[in-house]
């Protein structure tokens, strides 16, 4: 089984959280075992506290999440590049402003497309009612053959409707 990688939202907050960490001067490996242990959910809690393992054994930050197959390349490759440079705090910091307006673009398009969903919904029920309520009125015979040839198309409708 292949395991999902992580959300955009958690993905901002892991790298914002670790970024905050490394600011206060908290190592890698010990930074993701504090963000495990307040971790509530039991995969992200034990894959928090494996990455912590293995970073405490001198593994690089971005090989240990490059091991998970959770992250995305790109993130494995700016961590890699923050750890070269020397500058893993500002790496983080960018990834976690990265997913975050990912994930709120995302949000955005979803609620853009709900309204025309629901509208079209709508439009398909008022459509069906309409039909339902037409074909009740000429079988019932409310309406006559006359009233439906005077409509555009009607003489269609009428042999279709076989109307005497």
């Known amino acids: 089984m292949k395991n999902r990688c992580l959300s955009d939202m958690e993905l901002s907050s892991l790298c914002g959280e670790l970024s905050l960490l490394i600011h206060a001067g908290v190592g890698a490996a010990d930074g993701l075992s504090l963000l495990a242990e307040e971790e509530r959910g039991g995969a992200q809690r034990e894959l928090l506290s494996s990455m912590a393992r293995e970073a405490d054994c001198g593994t690089p930050l971005s090989a240990v999440m490059r091991q998970t197959g959770r992250?995305?390349?790109?993130?494995?490759?700016?961590?890699?590049?923050?750890?070269?440079?020397?500058?893993?705090?500002?790496?983080?910091?960018?990834?976690?402003?990265?997913?975050?307006?990912?994930?709120?673009?995302?949000?955005?398009?979803?609620?853009?497309?709900?309204y025309p969903a629901v509208l079209l919904l709508v439009m398909l029920a008022v459509i069906i009612a309409a039909a339902v309520y037409a074909g009740a009125a000429l079988l019932l015979g409310a309406v006559d053959r006359e009233e439906v040839l005077a409509l555009p198309g009607g003489e269609k409708l009428a042999r279709l409707l076989r109307l005497k």
Do not use: I, W
Request: glycine share 12%.
């Open 71 to 114: 992250f995305p390349l790109y993130v494995v490759g700016l961590v890699e590049v923050g750890e070269r440079s020397g500058h893993l705090e500002e790496a983080l910091q960018a990834l976690s402003r990265y997913y975050e307006g990912r994930d709120g673009l995302a949000r955005q398009v979803r609620s853009s497309l709900l």
